[in-house]
């Protein structure tokens, strides 16, 4: 897997994402959250990945943006350790949940956390 995030990985489906919400399961490294669910889609991805931060902990914009681009950048260097051997395609929502910025290292090593229980939740099933 490449250290890209395309356009084809972003999760932008409405109905997707509505269904990941309902029927989705979920892991927790505070301050992340992963919602799952698996899917498929119409090309060989993987996995298809969106970010998000509570509009209600952060106020203005900036502050979000700047967590979302922290928030892809770590995704999109460490999906290829942890997302190369899943069988099944899936949806992802990556959520943070926290109510103070965090620095791109804080992130890094709670992300790869929330990926590694992620992996272990998957391997049980």
Same mark, same amino acid.
């Given at each position: 897997m490449k250290f890209t995030y395309s356009k084809k990985e972003k999760l932008k489906s409405k109905k997707l994402i509505d269904q990941l919400f309902t029927e989705g399961k979920s892991v927790s490294a505070y301050p992340l959250r992963l919602v799952y669910l698996p899917s498929t889609f119409e090309k060989d991805l993987i996995a298809k990945t969106g970010v998000s931060v509570s509009k209600r902990n952060f106020k203005t914009a900036i502050d979000r943006n700047h967590i979302k681009r922290l928030l892809r950048e770590v995704y999109r260097l460490n999906k290829g350790l942890y997302f190369n051997n899943l069988s099944t395609p899936h949806a992802f929502m990556i959520l943070y949940i926290g109510k =103070? #910025?965090?620095? &791109?290292?804080?992130? =890094?090593?709670?992300? #790869? &956390? &929330?990926? =590694?229980k992620f992996s272990s939740k998957i391997s049980e099933v």
């Open positions: =103070e #910025k965090p620095s &791109l290292a804080q992130i =890094e090593t709670r992300m #790869k &956390l &929330l990926f =590694e």
